[in-house]
């Protein structure tokens, strides 16, 4: 089955960045989709840390009925990120209910209204599409398995605030990082992504489009916009800072925070993850760090597992400019990624998004 696999599209972004709600990119998307025969929306769909849910669905409907048409016959089915986790509570509340330990892949029918919640809600708008519901990954083929990969978190060495939120959680939980099974990163992560989603729902949309992400705004009221802030949200970190935290036990962090090393430590990262979730799968798909590939000129060593397992990353459909900086299209952060999974061979990466200039910039 020719499958097709986007990600991070990060829908009602409160400042313009989600591309795939500008009617000529969502027009690229729909045609890029066409010859597909399953969709796989590999999670973070939906930016429901920003916005109260109400406002959110009402805000991202149109995507979702333009959608309709190259979906219409197929199957769609929603891969919940960290910024949409959200969308697996009915079935996650389900499976607690029953006893039952979350397994590496599950995948439930969505029932379109409001029985499912907001993936119900989705559900309607696609009515000829068979939806689903997969979490926190699922079998894409016997030896393809694919996840959003939020889960790598627990392990990356670079200091972003969701790494060292999660890593504290880790501590707060008493799990630790070293997690052996999906419903062990589940326990640790599963309360911080109810955190912010439940913040969501009472913040000012005003306010986070001054302040930026709900996490960003959390941590600059919580360290009073002063120094703490602008060392851990900066685009540069200082040493010291990631020095303390190392003390603290919320490490190892690495100080250098560059697109390059953000790629190295997100694949080693994800290594771990895919050894846990897919252990012997020949392919694992993630998406969760914008930066598709392998692309052309990255070594496949790096993109290749200690045990053997080829790793593909589904880039995102987020304007980042900071990241692209000048390189523009030619930046790996373009947005815009499709990935593909046929019935035989490796997945395959494409861009649906090159030569729309606007792509580069949030909308105003």
Avoid at 94 to 116: I, Q, T, Y
Avoid at 150 to 178: F, N, W
Avoid at 234 to 257: D, H, Q, S
Avoid at 263 to 275: K, T
């Amino acid at each position: 089955m020719r499958t097709a696999l986007i990600s991070d599209l990060h829908l009602g972004a409160v400042r313009g960045a989600d591309v795939a709600r500008r009617a000529d990119a969502l027009d690229r998307l729909a045609e890029a989709l066409a010859p597909a025969e399953r969709i796989v929306l590999l999670g973070d769909l939906l930016e429901m840390r920003e916005r109260a849910l109400a406002e959110l669905l009402d805000l991202t409907r149109p995507f979702f009925e333009r959608l309709a048409e190259p979906a219409s016959g197929r199957r769609v089915t929603l891969v919940p990120g960290n910024h949409d986790h959200a969308l697996a509570e009915p079935w996650l509340a389900r499976e607690r209910l029953a006893g039952r330990e979350l397994a590496p892949e599950n995948e439930w029918p969505v029932e379109a209204g409001e029985r499912d919640g907001a993936a119900g809600r989705i559900a309607s708008w696609l009515p000829g599409a068979e939806v689903t519901l997969a979490y926190p990954g699922l079998w894409v083929r016997p030896d393809v398995y694919a996840t959003h990969g939020h889960y790598l978190d627990l392990h990356l060495t670079v200091p972003r605030l969701e790494s060292i939120a999660a890593s504290a959680m880790g501590r707060i939980t008493g799990r630790g990082t070293d997690c052996r099974s999906a419903a062990g990163y589940e326990a640790v992560l599963a309360p911080l992504y109810a955190f912010y989603a439940g913040l969501a729902q009472g913040a000012s949309t005003a306010a986070l489009e001054r302040g930026g992400t709900m996490s960003r705004s959390v941590w600059s009221r919580a360290t009073g916009d002063g120094a703490v802030a602008r060392i851990l949200l900066g685009r540069i970190t200082i040493p010291g800072a990631v020095a303390a935290l190392n003390r603290l036990g919320l490490g190892p962090f690495n100080p250098e925070l560059s697109g390059e090393e953000l790629r190295r430590a997100g694949l080693l990262a994800m290594g771990r993850v895919a050894g846990v979730l897919a252990p012997g799968a020949e392919h694992v798909l993630f998406a969760h760090t914008h930066r598709p590939g392998p692309l052309e000129g990255d070594e496949e060593a790096e993109w290749t597992t200690l045990s053997g397992t080829r790793l593909w990353n589904t880039g995102s459909w987020y304007s980042e400019p900071t990241l692209m900086a000048q390189r523009a299209e030619r930046s790996p952060y373009w947005p815009g990624t499709v990935a593909w999974v046929e019935e035989t061979g490796p997945p395959r990466i494409d861009n649906a998004l090159r030569g729309y200039a606007a792509a580069g910039a949030p909308s105003a």
